[in-house]
């Protein structure tokens, strides 16, 4: 049997923010409305639809493997927005990147709060280098 996943709700206080937020820093584009979700579709046909509720929302974690040339700018349009960026999920390292695995990665918050990565190495490909050791600091991020 055959397994993939296809979509998943990301809630927010508004929708059009954080889809326009995600789509602009990776390049993609926001679907068309389908009430209540506006989606936005990865190149591997995983849907985000983004949701606007009024009730508390739990910070969620959106990891995104991205090819060399797309972390680059992606990375540009973060510094070039002023995103805060940091090189590990806790903080510990602002205004860097991580070479984790042998390639590069950074974590950054949308508009809704929730933990966004993106990297260029799957966790786990290059088992000699090692994990949240290696950072570089990005020139011009805050």
């Known amino acids: 049997m055959s397994v993939e996943f296809n979509h998943t709700i990301v809630l927010t206080r508004d929708r059009e923010k954080s889809a326009r937020f995600l789509a602009h820093v990776l390049d993609l584009e926001v679907g068309e409305p389908a009430e209540p979700f506006l989606p936005v579709t ?4 995983v849907t985000l639809d983004f949701a606007t509720v009024d009730t508390e929302i739990p910070v969620q974690h959106y990891a995104f493997l991205v090819s ?45 709060g929730h933990a966004l990565e993106i990297f ?15 950072t570089e600091e990005v020139p011009g991020a805050v």
Not at 87 to 112: C, E, K, L, M, S
């Open 42 to 45: 990865t190149a591997n046909g």
């Open 120 to 134: 260029t190495r799957p966790y786990g490909s290059d088992p000699a280098s090692p994990l949240n050791g290696v």
């Open 68 to 112: 060399e040339e797309a972390f680059d700018a992606a990375l540009a349009r973060l510094v070039a927005d002023r995103v805060p960026i940091q090189a590990d999920p806790h903080g510990r390292h602002p205004r860097r990147i991580n070479r984790n695995d042998g390639g590069r990665g950074v974590y950054f918050t949308d508009p809704a």
